[in-house]
T-cell receptor
Framework: DAGVIQSPRHEVTEMGQEVTLRCKPISGHNSLFWYRQTMMRGLELLIYFNNNVPIDDSGMPEDRFSAKMPNASFSTLKIQPSEPRDSAVYFC??????????FGEGSWLTVV | GENVEQHPSTLSVQEGDSAVIKCTYSDSASNYFPWYKQELGKGPQLIIDIRSNVGEKKDQRIAVTLNKTAKHFSLHITETQPEDSAVYFCAASEGFKTIFGAGTRLFVKA
């Protein structure tokens, strides 16, 4: 079975530009998570969806970040406008409810 | 909220030796404790997990122990090999909330 699929794998963008990260969860999983990983803060949960509905977005850093899940097989995380401090690895992960979380390979974002 | 502390942050062992990574958690409601291995350039991958109704679980060279009273859980890797070199994360879950430790960078010297 295909795992969690993320795109792009790498993105370099200029400060102020819009960034859109994409995720396809594992088929049959009804929970989807966006995490951010940095050296300083480790793995941080940004937002959690259950059955396509955002349940907890308390980890979203600020209004520049937004996430959507229009259907069970697709989610986006958008940063607008991007800033250098947003540089990090962004992971999408999915699970069945209250079960093991499976991570994608990550989107490596650099904002210059 | 839940807080997970992980120690040590870096661990260097000789090939063939054992490695032990320890975690503590704060929320007694946490009932699921997965361990992940992250290799360079990849996402974290589950290597073993334990639920709160079990004290110990083993899978070949890796084992996990859980002490719910003390809110401690540990990962044990025996007969370490160079390919075990990676960053290891513990986590504690209750419902959908999974909180990760800061990670342990394990070096296995050949």
């Amino acid at each position: 079975d295909a795992g969690v699929i993320q795109s792009p794998r790498h993105e370099v963008t200029e400060m102020g530009q819009e960034v859109t990260l994409r995720c396809k969860p594992i088929s049959g999983h009804n929970s989807l998570f966006w995490y951010r990983q940095t050296m300083m803060r480790g793995l941080e949960l940004l937002i959690y969806f259950n059955n396509n509905v955002p349940i907890d977005d308390s980890g979203m850093p600020e209004d520049r970040f937004s996430a959507k899940m229009p259907n069970a097989s697709f989610s986006t995380l958008k940063i607008q406008p991007s800033e250098p401090r947003d540089s990090a690895v962004y992971f999408c992960a999915s699970s069945r409810v209250e079960d093991t979380i499976y991570f994608g390979e990550g989107s490596w974002l650099t904002v210059v | 909220g839940e807080n997970v502390e992980q120690h040590p942050s870096t661990l260097s062992v000789q090939e063939g030796d054992s490695a032990v990574i320890k975690c503590t958690y704060s929320d007694s409601a946490s009932n699921y404790f997965p361990w992940y291995k992250q290799e360079l350039g990849k996402g974290p991958q589950l290597i073993i997990d334990i639920r709160s109704n079990v004290g110990e679980k083993k899978d070949q060279r890796i084992a996990v122990t859980l002490n719910k009273t003390a809110k401690h859980f540990s990962l044990h890797i025996t007969e370490t090999q160079p390919e075990d070199s990676a960053v290891y994360f513990c986590a504690a879950s209750e419902g959908f909330k999974t909180i990760f430790g800061a990670g342990t960078r394990l070096f296995v010297k050949a």
